[in-house]
């Protein structure tokens, strides 16, 4: 197992959970070359003293360091530049995560805290945005918040009036460009 772990850590800068963390195909070429069978692999205990002093060592070997706090800020830049310049899905800037903290040698957190340190990074840069973009709308009156707010209203087609401003415009003709004109107008009613 020890053999295993040296190998995904090789791999992936960071240690599996258990052994079922690990592909059949990766389990079956290393016990062949051990010359061992796969079950004895499923014995070794992942959680013990002992296995935590073996990740000690791969990591050692490697010239990796644990993750600290203080690397939260090399993840927070990668995320912050990949929502705000790249618009990546959550997932693709987890994977970028981990191939960061691979090459700079640093073990990362559990796949766990690396979601939660992400989404919450996420959470900061949507607040932000949503921030700026409000103070950039300028109202000038209690007024014009009212009117910003009816475009949430139902229409009479059981929209919001914001629904069909942001409906898709279809095949240029007169109408589609009277039905353009009235969502301009409903936006310059707001006086935003």
Known sequence: AVAIKIRYF??????PNAGSDI???????????????????????WQTRSSQIHNQEIRAYYGFSKFKDSDLVLIEKLV?????????????VIGEVFKLLKNKKIEPPSIQETYKYVNNIYLKCEQHFFDKSFDAIKIHNDDNLLKLGQLLNIGEDNQTILNNIRATVGKVSTSTIVKELEKLSYIE???I
């Not at 059949?24 to 796969?38: D, F």
């Open 10 to 15: 090789d791999q992936y800068g960071y240690f």
């Open 23 to 45: 592909s059949l195909i990766i389990l079956e070429y290393v016990a062949n070359q051990l010359g061992v069978e796969i079950n004895e692999i499923d014995q070794y205990n």
């Open 80 to 92: 912050e530049d990949k929502f705000t310049k790249e618009s990546l899905s959550v997932n693709i």
């Open 189 to 191: 009613s707001t006086g």
